[in-house]
């Protein structure tokens, strides 16, 4: 296993010959508290050349578990969230796979991560063997409500991971606006 820094990457498919699934491990702890708690999400936007979403269908979340050809879907709740990506059922159009975690604020309201501790993304083979993993810097979260983890890149024939944990003030709206999404 190898632990990461925000902006480093690792060749996957290069490093891990035959690798042809891998599991997003999507992990965090929240400081208890006794009013209402930040409700966390976890989504993937499948993006183009262009490096924005191919269309609204090209999100995987709790309302679209699934890829409209199946290649990403939810997987298990081992982590937080576990999402099962089939590299090579990729279709070619995709170039980068992002996973964002946001808060919904339809659930409890306007929240921020604040309270987050401890986030996570792992990538593991289709096994659950880790390969990688992401340990989210804790910095001030007071005012950041969407977080790109890391994201899945296509190159030179293979797969690349990176790790980023760049923070969104304006949540979805600002997510929606990055990757040309209608939410």
Not at 95 to 121: E, M, T
Not at 123 to 141: I, K, Q, S, W, Y
Not at 148 to 176: P, T
Request: proline letters at 5%; hydrophobic letters at 45%.
């Amino acid at each position: 296993m190898s632990s990461m820094v925000a902006g480093s990457n690792a060749a996957l498919t290069v490093e891990n010959p035959g690798l042809k699934k891998v599991l997003l491990g999507i992990g965090w702890d929240l400081i208890p508290s006794r009013g209402p708690q930040a409700e966390l999400v976890p989504m993937v936007i499948m993006c183009g050349p262009d490096g924005r979403a191919l269309s609204d269908d090209h999100l995987v979340f709790f309302n679209q578990i699934a890829s409209p050809e199946g290649s990403i879907s939810f997987a298990g709740t081992e982590d937080q969230e576990q999402i099962d990506v089939d590299l090579a059922a990729v279709p070619d159009a995709v170039q980068k796979i992002v996973v964002l975690l946001y808060v919904d604020p339809d659930v409890r309201g306007p929240g921020n991560f604040g309270s987050l501790r401890h986030a996570h993304l792992r990538v593991a083979t289709g096994e659950n063997r880790e390969l990688l993993r992401f340990d989210v810097p804790h910095g001030n979260m007071d005012r950041i409500n969407a977080m790109i983890l890391g994201e899945l890149y296509r190159h030179s024939g293979g797969w690349k991971f990176r790790a980023l944990g760049q923070g969104y003030e304006s949540g979805l709206a600002a997510v929606a606006a990055d990757f040309r999404l209608k939410l």
